[in-house]
T-cell receptor, first 112, second 113 residues
Framework: EPEVTQTPSHQVTQMGQEVILRCVPI?????FYWYRQILGQKVEFLVS????????KSEIFDDQFSVERPDGSNFTLKIRSTKLEDSAMYFC??????????FGPGTRLTVL | RKEVEQDPGPFNVPEGATVAFNCTYS??????FFWYRQDCRKEPKLLMS???SGNEDGRFTAQLNRASQYISLLIRDSKLSDSATYLC??????????????FGAGTRLAVHP
């Protein structure tokens, strides 16, 4: 069964450093998403991406965040200058024509 | 008011019990509704969609009341493996084919022997 994959599973970084979180969506899906979940809190929408551009972004997704689909298979989330409060689980999701979103296993980002 | 509200629990129930979770949502223009399940430190997984007519999948029954903006999930004959956090999820009023999922904070269920 096709699945969404994410790398790395855990990323530790120093405050102020740039991180890139990687996702490989399901191959024939067209809509891609990033969500985050701070420990003990709810899952929050960050951004949706379709046809190589952002469809919608949340207030959390400020100028420090960017997304890219550089090669037609990977879907990346970049945080330019990480803050302590960026520590969270980041989930990638992809959606096909059926409408259901399939989530990857997540990347745990720890900012020290 | 929160967009999606759930009782955080935890609900501690014995195996075989019936347990019900409730959820309310604030935006009357919301289009679609779901229950997801999330195990500790794992990704959310779709449990079932929720329709106005109500729908059942084995031991799980979901109901939607649009007038009250209320969603429910009933689990019958609880199993140990049902222990997880149950997330109420709503799709907001968007256009263009993409679906922005709005999650509740989740209700934790612990089923004990």
């Amino acid at each position: 069964e096709p699945e969404v994959t994410q790398t790395p599973s855990h990323q530790v970084t120093q405050m102020g450093q740039e991180v890139i979180l990687r996702c490989v969506p399901i191959s024939n899906h067209l809509y891609f998403y990033w969500y985050r979940q701070i420990l003990g809190q709810k899952v929050e929408f960050l951004v949706s991406f379709y046809n190589n551009e952002i469809s919608e972004k949340s207030e959390i997704f400020d100028d420090q965040f960017s997304v890219e689909r550089p090669d037609g298979s990977n879907f990346t989330l970049k945080i330019r200058s990480t803050k302590l409060e960026d520590s969270a689980m980041y989930f990638c999701a992809s959606q096909g024509t059926g409408g259901e979103q399939f989530f990857g296993p997540g990347t745990r980002l720890t900012v020290l | 008011r929160k967009e999606v509200e759930q009782d955080p629990g935890p609900f501690n129930v014995p195996e075989g019990a019936t347990v019900a979770f409730n959820c309310t949502y604030s935006n009357s223009a919301s289009q679609s509704f779901f229950w997801y399940r999330q195990d500790c430190r794992k990704e959310p997984k779709l449990l079932m969609s929720v329709y106005s007519s109500g729908n059942e999948d084995g031991r799980f029954t979901a109901q939607l009341n649009r007038a009250s903006q209320y969603i429910s999930l009933l689990i019958r004959d609880s199993k140990l493996s049902d222990s997880a956090t149950y997330l109420c999820v709503v799709i907001g009023p968007v256009s263009g084919g993409y679906n922005k999922l709005i999650f509740g904070a989740g209700t934790r269920l612990a089923v004990h022997p």
